[in-house]
C-alpha cells in the first residue's frame, strides 16, 4: 500500500462500526505475530555478556520503527492489551498515578486514556532503553518518560506511585525478586503484572529466548517460572493475589514437552 493511501484507509477506519474495527484489530493482530520465539534452558543467568540485549540495535529499531497508533479503540480489544487493562480496572481504583515499567513504545498511555476503567489516571513510562525512551519522548510529549537501571533501585520515592505495571518485562530481570521489592515500595496500590511466562508442571528455569524477526534475530535470558513456586514467592514478599488470568500468548522451549502460558496478575500490597 502506498504511503498516501495509508492515512486514508486509516482515518477511514474511524467511521466503521465498532465490531468491525474490533475485528480488523484481531486480524492485524494474529499478522502481526510474524515473530517467532522459542527457549531452551541455559543452566544459569549470563553476565557476562558485554551489552544488554534489549538496547541493542536489532531490538531498539523493532520497537522504534514500532508504526504510530492508529485506531486505539480498536486495540483496546486485542487480548493482550485488554487482559493488561481488565487488571488495572479491577483495582477499582478512579484516579491513579501508574508506573509503566519496560514501557518500550509507551503506547499504554494512549489505552489508559481511552480504557473507560483508567481514563483518568496519570502515567509514566520507564524503561532501560536510552533510545526508545528518547522515541517515547518524541510520540507522546505529554507524559514523562524515565530511563532506568536493570537492576537495583528504582529512581523513584516510597509510595509514589499507586498502581505499578510490568509487562512483558519482570521475566527478563536477573534480580526479579529485588525488583519485586522495590515495586511493592513505590506502589502504594496494586502491582500488575503482565505476560508472565509460566508452567503448571516444569519447575522453574531459566532460558534463552530467541525471537526472530524480520528485522533480524534477538537473544533474551528470561525467567519462566512455575506457577505455584511463583505465587509462593509473591505472598512471602508480602503481596496477595487479587485476580490470575492465563492469557493466549505462549512460548515453547526445546525438550520441554509442557508449554509456557504468558498470565496476567493482580498484586495488592498486603
Ligand atoms: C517484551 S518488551 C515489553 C513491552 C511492553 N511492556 C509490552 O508489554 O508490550 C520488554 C521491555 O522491557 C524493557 N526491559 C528489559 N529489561 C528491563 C528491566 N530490567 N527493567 C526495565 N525495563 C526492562 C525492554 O527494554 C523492553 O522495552
Redesign the pocket.
Known amino acids: 500500500m502506498s504511503a498516501i493511501l495509508r492515512p486514508t484507509k486509516r482515518a477511514a477506519r474511524r467511521f466503521l462500526p465498532r465490531h468491525l474495527r474490533v475485528l480488523i484489530s484481531r486480524v492485524q493482530h494474529a499478522r502481526n505475530r510474524t515473530t517467532q520465539a522459542y527457549g531452551r534452558i541455559v543452566p544459569e543467568w549470563p553476565t557476562d555478556a558485554p551489552d544488554d540485549p534489549?538496547a541493542d540495535t536489532v531490538t531498539t529499531q523493532r520497537?522504534v520503527e514500532t508504526p504510530a497508533l492508529d485506531d486505539v479503540v480498536g486495540d483496546l480489544a486485542s487480548p493482550v492489551v485488554a487482559d493488561n487493562l481488565e487488571a488495572c480496572r479491577r483495582t477499582g481504583l478512579g484516579t491513579a498515578r501508574l508506573l509503566d515499567?519496560?514501557?518500550?513504545t509507551g503506547d499504554y498511555c494512549a489505552y489508559l486514556r481511552h480504557f473507560p476503567g483508567t481514563r483518568a489516571w496519570d502515567y509514566v513510562g520507564a524503561?532501560?532503553?536510552v533510545a526508545?525512551i528518547a522515541h517515547c519522548r518524541q510520540r507522546y510529549p505529554d507524559f514523562q518518560f524515565d530511563v532506568?537501571s536493570?537492576e537495583g533501585q528504582l529512581p523513584y520515592a516510597d509510595d509514589e506511585f499507586d498502581v505499578a505495571f510490568v509487562?512483558?518485562?519482570l521475566q527478563?530481570?536477573n534480580d526479579w525478586q529485588g525488583r519485586l521489592k522495590d515495586l511493592k515500595r513505590i506502589a502504594r496500590r496494586s502491582v500488575v503484572l503482565?505476560?508472565l511466562p509460566l508452567w503448571r508442571r516444569h519447575p522453574s528455569a531459566i532460558a534463552l529466548q530467541i525471537v526472530q524477526h524480520s528485522g533480524g534475530e534477538e537473544q533474551h535470558p528470561v525467567h519462566l517460572w512455575n506457577r505455584a513456586a511463583l505465587e509462593s514467592t509473591l505472598r512471602d514478599l508480602g503481596f496477595g493475589i487479587e485476580f490470575c488470568k492465563p492469557g493466549f500468548e505462549r512460548l515453547r522451549v526445546v525438550d520441554v514437552a509442557e508449554q509456557v502460558v504468558y498470565h496476567t496478575y493482580l498484586l495488592r500490597r498486603a
Open positions: 534489549w520497537f515499567l519496560g514501557c518500550a524503561d532501560i532503553n526508545v532506568v536493570p509487562s512483558g518485562t527478563y530481570t503482565g505476560r
